[in-house]
């Protein structure tokens, strides 16, 4: 069982920064990669980034690539969100997730998840 509680999302002016932080607990967190998707209003939820807790390996959107940036913790057992240059666009709420599966493709899609955090709001205003 690994618990997730995101934090440091808030209302931030377009061209702006912010960080989040994604708090994980529970056993074997090495054997995981950690996702941050994010979810507009009457959007699907979507892929923004995400990273191997033991390798450290990254993998970006093509739409955040440049701008984000994911890292890890391990003394912490937290993974970051840096956000830079910030758009309207990238208004929504935030979601930490865990999978457990080896496979790179299985990164992108919601589905392959097995835990997820509760969310976090991020608004961007233009």
């Known amino acids: 069982q690994v618990q997730l509680v995101e934090s440091g999302g808030g209302l931030v002016q377009a061209g702006g920064s912010l960080r989040l932080s994604c708090l994980a607990s529970?056993?074997?967190?090495?054997?995981?990669?950690m996702g941050w998707f994010r979810q507009a209003p009457g959007k699907e939820r979507e892929f923004v980034a995400a990273i191997r807790w033991s390798a450290g390996s990254t993998y970006y959107a093509d739409s955040v690539k440049g701008r984000f940036t994911i890292s890890r913790d391990n003394a912490k057992n937290t993974v970051y969100l840096q956000m830079n240059s910030l758009k309207a666009e990238d208004t929504a709420v935030y979601y930490c997730?865990?999978?457990?599966?080896?496979?790179?493709?299985?990164?992108?899609?919601?589905?392959?998840?097995?835990?997820w955090g509760q969310g976090t709001q991020v608004t961007v205003s233009s």
């Open positions: 529970g056993r074997t967190l090495s054997r995981y990669a």
């Open positions: 997730a865990a999978n457990s599966r080896i496979s790179s493709w299985s990164l992108v899609v919601v589905s392959q998840y097995d835990y």
